[in-house]
């Protein structure tokens, strides 16, 4: 699902030709890839690495750009149920993630999904807090934020750290948001 997700922001954003170039430069030889099945995290690294390398983009600046297509085409394409029953408002449907997965979860085997957890620190401004098994995807969650924002209507604010100690050390995301 994620691959082919990758596959379809590439051709929004550039095309079928780039998309080509970018199988070939990560070295995979079925650029095939079906919704339902599953596939090692490497071959998405690797396409990542190659398209960011193909647009001229860094890898954190391509990721963003993925999250927002995810938001915005892909999850109302494939999962628009999922996606209205998550939540009515933005910080609603951030409060929903794991509830959502949690649902995702018994559509899929093995699902390696990430935790969030919203703290409110005022009007207006909350803290997400995400945990996963998966490194280097922090970008991509600012996208997905990003999308979420234009989802809503809201304008939003993202400033992206570290927090905890030792093995709780997680990603942290302040999101102030507000009238457009
Ligand atoms: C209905 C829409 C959605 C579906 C069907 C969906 C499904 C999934 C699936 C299948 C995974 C992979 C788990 C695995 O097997 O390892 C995943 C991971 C993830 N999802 Fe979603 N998701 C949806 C919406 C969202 C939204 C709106 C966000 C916004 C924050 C989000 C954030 C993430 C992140 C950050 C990861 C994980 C990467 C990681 O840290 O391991 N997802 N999701």
Do not use: C
Not at 39 to 56: H, I, N, W
Not at 92 to 98: A, K, M, Q, V, Y
Request: proline content about 3%; cysteine-free; overall charge negative.
């Amino acid at each position: 699902m994620i691959n082919h997700a990758l596959q379809s922001h590439i051709l929004t954003v550039s095309d079928e030709a780039t998309w080509q170039r970018v199988v070939r430069r990560a070295g995979i030889e079925d650029a095939v890839f079906h919704s339902m099945t599953q596939y090692p995290d490497a071959v998405t690294y690797k396409l990542v690495g190659a398209a960011s390398e193909e647009l001229g983009v860094s890898a954190a600046a391509f990721l963003r750009g993925f999250g927002r297509h995810w938001v915005l085409v892909t999850a109302p394409g494939h999962y628009g149920a999922l996606m209205t029953f998550a939540g009515t408002s933005f910080a609603e449907f951030l409060s929903n993630l794991d509830r959502m997965h949690d649902r995702v979860a018994t559509m899929f085997h093995n699902l390696q999904q990430p935790s969030f957890e919203v703290e409110e620190l005022g009007p207006a401004h909350l803290k997400l807090h995400y945990r996963s098994h998966r490194a280097g995807l922090a970008p991509f969650v600012e996208g997905l934020i990003d999308g979420l924002g234009e989802r809503f209507g809201v304008r939003v604010e993202v400033t992206h750290g570290r927090e905890g100690a030792d093995s709780d050390e997680h990603d942290v995301f302040s999101i102030r948001y507000g009238a457009p």
